[in-house]
């Protein structure tokens, strides 16, 4: 099973990695070459662009950072009219449902299976392989690269046969991950209101009512001020948060929560928190109380 | 040290049976009866009125229903009138910032020590004595009343001297419970608007990144649509979500996401869900999509 | 008809006025004494209480601040107990809806009459006699105080035989107003974000689509950063949109724009902003988007 | 100056009429063919095709739906490859700042002129030649366009030399229109809480603090529960709601009322009232509140 794989960032390099250890032949593309360099010397063939990874491929995995780079890579880089019949392109990235849409017909009507399995976990959890994997699309497709699921990540969550599906569902995980931290930088204000140490309120709950990785990552952010080097940049949430809006509109579900936390998003992109840390949304809920 | 004990519902009774196993002499009063008569047997002495109870009490401890109750009890029933000086009243209920104020103030005039003490914790886990206990106050008193705490629960989490600061703290924390809930609803309506279960949709955020015992009990509510018996009910959440707000304003702290709820809240009472379990909230979520 | 006034503030002072021009025997009181002396210099008697003012009246007019003020003078000032069963009290203040109920019921214990009836216009509309009042209670009542209100104001609106329903109207209609100046204020900030001149927007819409006196007035203060002295101050303003978003809780009306606008209103006064015209709500807009 | 008319729906027809009667030589081409007929008879030319209309034309005005109208007919349509250099191409349909940013750099790299020209009225006021013209671009460019301005309008309001500060301003005055029908939307459900006619609370607001004729002709159609036929679909009201949202989210401009708005829509559009009159965002407000 000839695999192309197209996006090695943070994610992809790790992913595209155990797929070699585990003896899959991968012919990587990337961007920018440094990491194609790193795979060639673990058996990797490296290609010099979408295209010429993706030819002769049996399946085609794209990890790549957003809407704007997938459609520049698969669409504009010709990588969708080089795939031959009965080849499946599987997209790990976090795209808009518009996007997998769009994406879907064009595969359909190029004979390709287009499966969508965005996934759950930060580095350390692509790593080790052992990442959750939101997956939706034809059933047989599936079928045929679940040994590649089972090497990425340790549970493969199936939601339906169309691409979309998937990717509502990863919108919708980023979208309460966004609510959480929106919610500890209101709850943490509060405190701070009443003279409360924002640390002890952050301590209290992530040990408590909150112990969730979730909470204790960016509660510990908060607590500590702590927002650079970004794990996940504030914008990028942002991002996630309107994809997450933009799917409900879509679907004719309001989301009002979503709408709330976009607000507080933009505003803290014009003060120039946009590429701090997530956790950095806290500083908004701050200077609304006339703090910081 | 004589212990008055007055509001003896489904937390007080614990937690009073608790005080009476550990050795303390409690005199006990409730609005009805029957939860009197069951810790007398097991030792207390019956009050007929709060203000009978408070005689001569060195340390009255109150866990009444919301700020009506307590008011009712505490200022009209003539207790505060009745507690000598250098007695200490424990408030163990989640009420107003502005009822803490009040309270704090009509103490201070008579000379006896108010301490804010609310809890995190359901029935069973103050059964078990394993309360978490949120105090304020002067440290003497807290310091006084420590072997008390130690009873009734495993942890004691002082926020400053202030008695309004352990409210703030309480209702911080529900409200972030509130937002919990009021995201899992709008991401599961989200799902559902692209044809996915919203039990898989719960299932995988309760299994991951939310594995958190609040996301598990009320997402596992919603979904299986299972919303009486209340475990705890939609309009007393909608109450602490407004108490938030509250809070939030008095100390010029804007609190947009627990505005954002409490709008959802007022909508599900109008929609005859208040007495439903909180979880019943996700019912506005899917009512808005035009679902249900 | 013996008429007893209380509370001649900036618009209870001309209210006064034109009764006692009118004919009507007044008998006035004010917290500070100086009103109370250009109304004595006019022919009205003095009175040095509340009650003292009420005591004989056929007719009680309150003008008073707010729901505190109201509280304090009606029932704290024992005006409820001078009045005699038969009297009619008339309350043209802006009170929350539940001091309306409580008021109404208070009233109906003794026997007396009680009508709702807050007003719209500034004070050169007052002053003029050019009033709108919103009126609500017992028709036979309202009938007996129609002289009353001919004098005062230009014309009367009758909503209903429950006082509560006058007061619900009244915030609704100040709702609607904090909605303008909210618009307003984040249209101009969008203009602004495009390097448009806000008073050239502002210009724009009061010119054209918006050429009604409430967006000429509060745009014209935006468009020029006026916001000082206050024609109304936005702290007043903020209240009002406060105990809009509490009648409609009370009623299971959601108000979701009044919601975000009390956000908004809450940062202001976190910036300072609580004491300038309600115009200034404009700053907080242009401050979320990271300016001024 | 032989001039292109591209779009004469209900709006562009009126226009291009007026532009006939005025002298100018017109070349006019729809989507449908029936309004090219109607102008025909006035004198225009017919054109088969947007780039058969555009050849020659010293001054191109479209007045398009939406951006998907302005995307197919002006870029996949040929139209901008068709225009000559030193060409002017007025857009007057109500885009967003995104296409309006894209639309910019495309005519430049041409040597087209570009003005951005939205405009304030309905259609009757457009048949007088009456419209507010909201206009951005060079100024040259502005200046040579301005007598044809002249016949449209009855004034122009010039808001800088982008095109895109227009569509803002435009954009901005929509959001507005929304807000105002939101705000009746939300007091009249407040006063039907109490039992207050909604049409009375309107007919109150309307006549006296709101006596705009925005106010009057949405307020109407609410008092009535008239919502079709419909004046403006609430589809597309919805729409540029959503267009100045985005437009706030480029300029990092936070609008908090349109968002909060934008959900209204959402929600109106998932219970089937898309297609009605934009006053029926009435409904939802009920709808909220258990009625209706």
Redesign the interface.
């Known amino acids: 099973m000839q695999i192309a794989f197209l996006g090695l960032g943070t994610m992809g390099l790790p992913m595209a990695t155990n797929l070699i250890k585990a003896g899959y032949p991968v012919r990587a593309w990337n961007r920018s070459p440094s990491p194609v360099s790193r795979l060639v010397e673990l058996g990797a063939h490296g290609a010099a662009s979408p295209a010429e990874a993706a030819q002769g491929a049996d399946v085609l995995i794209t990890m790549l950072a957003d809407d704007a780079a997938t459609r520049d890579t698969v669409i504009d880089g010709k990588v969708l009219d080089t795939l031959g019949k009965g080849a499946i392109h599987i997209n790990m990235g976090t795209v808009s449902?518009a996007l997998a849409r769009e994406l879907a017909t064009l595969h359909a009507a190029r004979g390709v299976a287009y499966v969508a399995a965005p996934v759950?976990g930060r580095v350390n959890v692509a790593e080790a392989g052992q990442l959750?994997i939101?997956a939706a699309g034809h059933a047989q497709a599936l079928s045929t690269v679940q040994p590649l699921f089972d090497v990425l990540g340790q549970k493969t969550?199936v939601?339906?046969d169309?691409p979309?599906?998937a990717n509502?569902?990863k919108?919708?995980?980023n979208?309460?991950?966004g609510?959480?931290i929106?919610?500890?930088s209101?709850?943490?204000?509060?405190?701070?209101?009443?003279?409360?140490d924002p640390a002890?309120?952050l301590?209290?709950?992530t040990a408590?009512?909150?112990?969730?990785?979730?909470?204790k990552i960016y509660g510990g952010a908060i607590a500590e001020n702590r927002f650079e080097p970004a794990g996940f940049k504030l914008a990028l949430g942002g991002k996630d948060v309107?994809l997450?809006m933009e799917?409900?509109?879509l679907?004719?579900?309001?989301?009002?929560?979503?709408?709330?936390?976009?607000?507080?998003h933009?505003?803290a992109?014009?003060?120039?928190d946009g590429q701090k840390d997530w956790a950095a949304l806290a500083l908004t809920?701050q200077r609304?109380?006339?703090r910081g």
């Open positions: 449902v759950l959750n939101l969550w939601f339906g169309k979309e599906q509502a569902v919108l919708g995980v979208f309460m991950i609510a959480a929106g919610a500890m209101e709850g943490a204000a509060l405190a701070q209101g009443y003279d409360v002890a309120f301590d209290l709950v408590t009512v909150f112990a969730a990785p979730v909470y309107r997450a799917a409900g509109e679907a004719n579900v309001p989301m009002t929560l979503a709408s709330t936390l976009r607000d507080a933009t505003e992109i014009a003060h120039g809920a609304r109380a006339g």
